[in-house]
């Protein structure tokens, strides 16, 4: 399992090895993805679940908006800050499918603004 | 969670399984359907140092109310009455024990079965029980985590055993550690006074939207609307909602503001916790048009932070929880 990725310069094509999936617990480290003009082509030894993931990462992705009106990524941010700065009892919820130093900003933010964290394996 | 707060974990690692175990037992969890390579790479078919023969060397349980899918790979497939697992559990322990029961069945299987699984379960020379959501969800909840983990920790009597929750939706594990390693909580932890403090019920998540509490709520990286309770996703919808997330869910679709993020993992950097505590490091294979979960909270804690020193013309104290003072 090499940490290195394998550029071959035809038409973009970048081969990934060592991938950890994200999908369940078991984190499966040996996914191979192959990766053409930025879309996912192939991967190898990830199970239905995983290969799902990874397949269908670019379908149906949310769109930045305000009561459902689009806006800009950094008018959704100023909104999001404005309810979070105003709010008496906040919380922040969720957390799982995310990385650890969102994780730990999320903990800064929570301190921040006095609110309550939790996350899905509380329910 | 709090079952492994009350009497402590029993555990190895997952290469543990695939090197050493000889028992493998499946209580509520389906991994054929929900983790699909922890029996192919760990538990039933691997082929380890000490079990080179894979599956030919080791015994296969699943305790279940129903026969799922995995219940197809084991060796014995106990199928017992709902709600019956802390029932089963503690005669287990007792047989383990040595002690004789003066029944005929226990959760809808005769005795016998059950003593000769307790048997086996001291014979082995390393043993796990790998529990799902079938244990934490039905009548008992923490109670029948503790009830495992007792019969692990007596069973290290006579052998090797273990304990492991099959731990799913990708850094659940994460988010605890992290949680613990900030705070001192693993989950449900409240700042409202400036200061962490912990009280499951109270402070988790379904009790406190439950009881209509908050009056905001930020949803990252989970789709609470669709998962969580009635009560609880109808009171999220009626307040202020703010929902980060890669993808269209329950959530996005009745949140006030909903913000794109790239999908860690996916798109993002970053590291994980496999469910056995064991970080690793998540690579990114593809670009995103939308910022990392990172970055947009990064944003918000800078534009409160700002906004918070135009108002007072003092510096908030950023991480102290000074901040909060004078809110509640």
Redesign the interface.
């Known amino acids: 399992m090499s940490e290195n990725v394998a550029v071959i310069d035809l038409k973009k094509v970048e081969v990934f090895t060592g991938v950890v999936c994200p999908f369940c617990g078991t984190a499966c480290d040996d996914i191979e993805i192959r990766v053409e003009d930025g879309k996912i082509k192939t991967v190898k030894n990830a199970c239905a679940l995983g290969k799902a993931t990874y397949m269908h990462y670019q379908s149906d992705l949310a769109t930045p908006r305000i009561h459902g009106q689009p806006a800009t990524i950094e008018q959704c941010i100023d909104a999001a800050a404005e309810i979070l700065a105003n709010a008496k009892y906040p919380l922040i919820y969720g957390l799982d499918s995310t990385e650890l130093s969102a994780q730990r900003k999320a903990i800064e933010l929570a301190e921040l603004i006095g609110a309550n964290i939790d996350h899905t394996s509380s329910v | 969670?709090q079952g492994l707060q009350t009497i402590g974990l029993p555990t190895c690692t997952?290469g543990d399984i695939k090197n050493r175990a000889d028992l493998v037992v499946y209580w509520g969890s389906n991994p054929a359907e929900?983790?699909?390579?922890?029996p192919s790479?760990?538990a039933v078919t691997a082929k380890g140092l000490f079990t080179p023969l894979g599956k030919k060397e080791r015994t296969i349980v699943t305790v279940d109310v129903r026969p799922t899918p995995s219940a197809r790979m084991a060796d014995i497939a106990f199928q017992i009455k709902p709600n019956s697992d802390y029932e089963v559990l503690s005669v287990l322990l007792a047989l383990v024990k040595g002690h004789e029961l003066d029944c005929r069945e226990v959760g809808g299987v005769a005795i016998e079965e059950w003593k000769a699984l307790a048997d086996k379960m001291k014979q082995c020379k390393f043993g796990i029980i790998c529990w799902g959501m079938g244990i934490t969800m039905s009548r008992g909840k923490t109670m029948n985590a503790i009830a495992i983990l007792k019969l692990a920790q007596e069973l290290n009597r006579f052998t090797k055993f273990s304990g492991m929750p099959?731990?799913?939706?990708?850094?659940?594990?994460?988010?605890?550690?992290?949680?613990t390693w900030?705070?001192g909580y693993p989950?449900?932890?409240?700042?409202?006074?400036?200061y962490?403090r912990y009280n499951?019920g109270e402070?988790?998540?379904?009790d406190?939207?439950g009881r209509r509490?908050?009056?905001?709520?930020?949803?990252?990286?989970?789709d609470?609307v669709g998962?969580?309770p009635g009560k609880t996703a109808e009171h999220l919808r009626s307040i202020?909602l703010?929902?980060i997330?890669?993808?269209?869910?329950d959530t996005?679709k009745v949140a006030?503001?909903?913000?794109?993020v790239a999908?860690?993992?996916?798109?993002?950097?970053?590291?994980?916790?496999?469910?056995d505590h064991i970080?690793?490091?998540?690579?990114g294979?593809?670009?995103s048009p939308?910022?990392?979960?990172?970055e947009?909270?990064?944003?918000?804690?800078t534009?409160?932070?700002a906004?918070?020193n135009g108002r007072s013309g003092v510096a908030?104290g950023?991480?102290k929880?000074g901040?909060?003072k004078g809110?509640?």
Do not use: C
């Not at chain 2, 006030?256 to 794109?260: F, H, K, L, R």
């Not at chain 2, 939308?290 to 990172?294: A, K, S």
């Open positions: 969670m997952v929900a983790h699909p390579r922890h790479r760990y099959m731990r799913g939706h990708g850094n659940v594990v994460g988010i605890q550690q992290v949680l900030q705070t989950m449900s932890v409240n700042f409202s006074r400036g962490p499951p402070f988790s998540v379904a406190l939207v509490e908050v009056d905001a709520a930020m949803i990252i990286a989970a609470a998962h969580l202020p703010i929902a997330d890669p993808k269209e869910s996005t006030t503001v909903v913000i794109p999908q860690a993992g996916v798109a993002a950097a970053g590291m994980q916790y496999r469910m970080p690793l490091k998540q690579k294979v593809v670009d939308w910022p990392t979960d990172r947009v909270v990064e944003r918000i804690v534009k409160i932070v906004k918070k908030a950023l991480g929880g901040a909060v809110k509640w």
